[in-house]
């Protein structure tokens, strides 16, 4: 069983709204910093929103800030994103990703970052589509 899972991609208009979900199992990985990154066609990925182990603090990078939420579920293990009022550029696939006890310990005081390196554990991704 693969241990970030995600969901609740789609096709939507601009201006619309989508809910990822990403389900932990296997392990509390809601108990490190996890987040969510997307990688649109020929871009590299970025990192979208991290939340911190205890799902009070939150990252967003300046191109969603406002409009995307993250919560972290911890006691269902589980991650989402809110999306609110879409744009094309928002096309991409959507990975969950999270840090685990290693990371954890070597990153000690520092808030959780928008880095990729942060995060050795992804999902497969899910595709989010916004057309005009």
């Known amino acids: 069983q693969e241990p970030l899972v995600e969901s609740g991609g789609g096709a939507v208009q601009v201006g619309e709204s989508l809910r990822l979900s990403c389900e932990a199992s296997?392990?509390?990985?809601?108990?490190?910093?996890m987040g969510w990154f997307r990688q649109a066609p020929g871009k590299e990925r970025e990192g979208v929103a991290v939340?911190?182990?205890?799902?009070?603090?939150?990252t967003y990078s300046d191109a969603v800030k406002g409009r995307f939420t993250i919560i972290k579920d911890k006691a269902k293990n589980n991650l989402y994103l809110e999306m609110n009022d879409l744009k094309s550029e928002d096309t991409a696939i959507y990975f969950c990703?999270?840090?685990?006890?290693?990371?954890?310990?070597?990153?000690?005081?520092?808030?959780?970052?928008?880095?990729?390196?942060?995060?050795?554990?992804w999902g497969q991704g899910t595709q989010v589509t916004v057309s005009s």
């Open positions: 296997g392990y509390t990985y809601t108990s490190y910093c």
């Open positions: 939340v911190g182990p205890y799902g009070r603090a939150t």
């Open positions: 990703v999270a840090e685990g006890p290693d990371l954890w310990i070597k990153r000690g005081a520092q808030p959780c970052s928008l880095s990729a390196d942060g995060f050795p554990y």
